[in-house]
């Protein structure tokens, strides 16, 4: 936790400095490559950014929920690629044992995550189950010293890196819902488990996401997360809130990112004898944008620092998401015809990042369930 | 060995500086400021020795406001020991500055002195010459090689003509050049480390140095604006034009 201002400042002046001169330079190449360099992975891994809310007694660094955001800020002004292979060590991919571990779990692999030695992977996603996670099929079934897991996971972010899967199966058979659903740490490599072919996506190339399989993968009875059966679907719960506002604060970065590209270029760009930022149709892009990053980045510092506080942000955490993504997507789409005819070839980064924002609508929940997790609490206070 | 370090906080690179509408200076309110990047380099030098087992402790050292604390917390997050501020409110001009660093040369005892070549602000490149006259040390400026034998250190020097290097008996004065290497960020751990570091403070006063001003700015200007640049037709219109008009041929 850093918790002073001064301290907070020095790593964000950092942080800014290393995305400038070494991410951004690098974007390119990621895209075309669909690989992040490994010397820009162990660049990430010595700058600490594997552990950003890993607990310091663990070897991380315990920010609070604050100060992740004033980081994924800046970190979102770069490709989302470089933040993805960050992303699952520093929120689902750890957050659960966090939370619900038990001190084995803890001890044996939080450090490994917070410092990048392992990815972590977040297996909750199948072929037939998306937003209805609890009626995921995956099952485990009990056998002696343990649990044999079957079942296809679909488009897990870092599968094919990952040294550790939380992996979301079905514990009691008789249930079809959230209910009967265990969390399990599972181990890269272990046997009967099995990593697909890597997704084509539209965008965030670079990011890697696959299926995984498990055919009979045995697994000894202390990989069952916080030791007990079916609760795993709430300790999945528990991190959403985080997993929420992360990914609001990454949209404002990548938003204010197109901004600063979408005003570089009008003020270069001449048509009728004078820059376009001196047309007032294109100054009101401008001004949409600035307007709505802004007011993304404010909702976000307001619920981080409220949670930070202990108050129940389900919520609001669920709009930040929801307005986070839906405005960057409204952001790039700007961006883009601020450029004209540049917005829509590769050669400039709009063009990408255009295609990459997408994403953001959709995983950890689309912009439809917050829009139903914000109405059915609504209600539900109104209610009470 | 310990080395020591002096750091300097100035506006940072990335700012396009101003000059205030009376002339006086340049705009420093609210101006983002952060480490002179030749002293960054310095740092990364002297822990890149320490690495190799070759210097003891690195002792950094800042003479400025108290947000000079901040610069030398940088250099600390980086890999330096411990840090001694000297507090002043005044312009502090490289004489001053040497100065100070000869009397903190004094109860450090370094074996080495390695500092930039100059500093963005001013570009005054003066202090690491004059604290070597101060001192009568030897001196390597300009260094893009630093080699540390025993009771040694060979320089390689950055020089109008290509690179020269010279052999210095140690206690040493060394300033960096560009080329010197590529200074570290400092990560999130080191920096929270940092926090807990040693970081003394003192004063001119204490160290018996007067600071006041041997100069006096009369007026700051922005450069003028660049001209046009003309197109020429062929290359011997350019060399005819280098030749007559600019006289550098
Ligand atoms: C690049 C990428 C990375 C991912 N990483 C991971 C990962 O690491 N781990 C993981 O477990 N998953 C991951 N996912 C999966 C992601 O979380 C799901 O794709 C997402 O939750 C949506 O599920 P679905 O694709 O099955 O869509 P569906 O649930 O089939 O939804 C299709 C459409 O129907 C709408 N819809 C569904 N239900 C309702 C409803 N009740 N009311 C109104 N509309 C509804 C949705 O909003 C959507 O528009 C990833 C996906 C992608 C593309």
């Not at chain 1, 075309?32 to 594997?50: A, H, K, Q, Y």
């Not at chain 1, 991380?60 to 004033?70: F, H, N, Q, R, Y």
């Not at chain 1, 295609?355 to 059915?376: M, P």
């Not at chain 2, 002179?36 to 050292?61: H, M, Q, W, Y």
Request: aromatic residues 6%; glycine residues 10%.
């Amino acid at each position: 936790m850093i918790r002073d201002p001064d301290t907070l400042q020095a790593f964000v002046s950092q942080l800014r400095r290393f995305v400038e001169e070494r991410l951004i330079p690098r974007e390119a190449e990621v895209a075309e490559t669909d690989r992040i360099p490994p010397d820009i992975v162990s660049e990430m891994r010595e700058m600490g950014l594997f552990g950003m809310s890993i607990p310091e007694d663990f070897g991380g660094l315990g920010l609070t929920m604050e100060e992740e955001v004033t980081v994924a800020f800046e970190f979102g002004r770069t490709s989302p690629a470089f933040r993805s292979l960050v992303g699952t060590n520093n929120g689902i991919g750890s957050q659960g044992i966090v939370i619900d571990g038990t001190p084995e779990q803890k001890a044996y692999y939080l450090p490994r995550l917070a410092s990048g030695e392992i990815v972590g992977s977040f297996a909750l996603t199948e072929p037939d189950v998306g937003s209805d996670a609890g009626s995921l099929r995956t099952n485990a079934r009990r056998v002696d010293g343990g649990y044999v897991i079957n079942g296809t996971k679909r488009y897990i972010t870092n599968a094919p890196h990952a040294g550790l899967f939380t992996v979301f199966a079905r514990t009691d058979p008789d249930s079809k819902h959230a209910g009967g659903v265990s969390a399990f740490l599972v181990d890269g490599g272990t046997p009967g488990l099995k990593i697909g072919k890597i997704d084509k996506k539209m965008g965030q190339k670079g990011a890697h996401t696959a299926d995984v399989i498990f055919e009979d993968c045995f697994v000894p009875e202390s990989a069952l997360l916080g030791g007990r059966e079916n609760v795993g679907f709430k300790t999945a719960m528990k991190v959403l809130d985080r997993g929420r506002l992360h990914i609001g604060a990454v949209c404002v970065g990548v938003a204010y990112r197109l901004i600063e590209e979408s005003l570089r270029y009008a003020m270069d760009r001449k048509q009728f004898g004078q820059p376009i930022s001196e047309f007032q149709l294109v100054q009101a892009m401008l001004a949409d944008s600035r307007t709505e990053a802004y007011a993304g980045k404010a909702m976000v510092l307001e619920t981080a620092r409220r949670k930070d506080l202990g108050e129940n942000v389900a919520t609001d955490a669920a709009c930040c998401k929801l307005f986070c993504s839906e405005m960057v997507g409204r952001v790039a789409d700007r961006a883009v015809q601020i450029h004209g005819g540049a917005g829509y070839i590769a050669e400039y980064a709009v063009e990408r990042f255009y295609r990459d924002v997408r994403l953001f609508r959709i995983y950890e929940g689309t912009s439809q369930i917050q829009q139903l997790v914000i109405a059915r609490n609504m209600v539900k206070e109104a209610r009470a | 060995m310990k080395i020591l370090v002096p750091v300097k906080r100035v506006v940072d690179y990335n700012v396009k500086i101003r000059v205030r509408p009376d002339g006086s200076g340049v705009e420093l309110a609210n101006v983002k400021m952060s480490m002179n990047p030749f002293d960054e380099i310095a740092v990364e030098e002297a822990i890149r020795l320490k690495e190799k087992g070759k210097a003891t402790e690195i002792v950094a050292v800042s003479i400025g406001p108290a947000q000079s604390a901040e610069t030398i917390r940088t250099a600390l997050a980086m890999g330096a020991d411990r840090g001694i501020l000297v507090r002043t409110d005044q312009t502090v001009e490289p004489l001053a500055v040497a100065k100070i660093l000869k009397a903190i040369i004094a109860n450090e005892n370094p074996g080495l002195v390695i500092m930039g070549k100059q500093a963005i602000d001013d570009d005054a490149n003066q202090t690491g010459q004059m604290l070597g006259a101060l001192i009568g040390w030897a001196q390597g400026t300009f260094a893009s090689k630093v080699e540390l034998g025993e009771g040694t250190v060979d320089v390689t020097r950055e020089v109008d003509g290509g690179l020269q290097t010279v052999s210095l008996k140690l206690p040493a004065i060394v300033t960096t050049d560009l080329r010197l290497n590529e200074p570290r960020y400092a990560s999130l751990p080191n920096i929270m480390k940092a926090k807990k570091k040693p970081l003394d403070e003192t004063s001119a006063e204490a160290l018996g140095v007067d600071l006041s001003p041997r100069l006096k700015v009369i007026k700051t200007a922005e450069p003028p604006v660049r001209q046009a640049g003309v197109k020429v037709g062929s290359i011997a219109d350019l060399v005819a034009k280098l030749k007559n008009e600019a006289g550098v041929l």
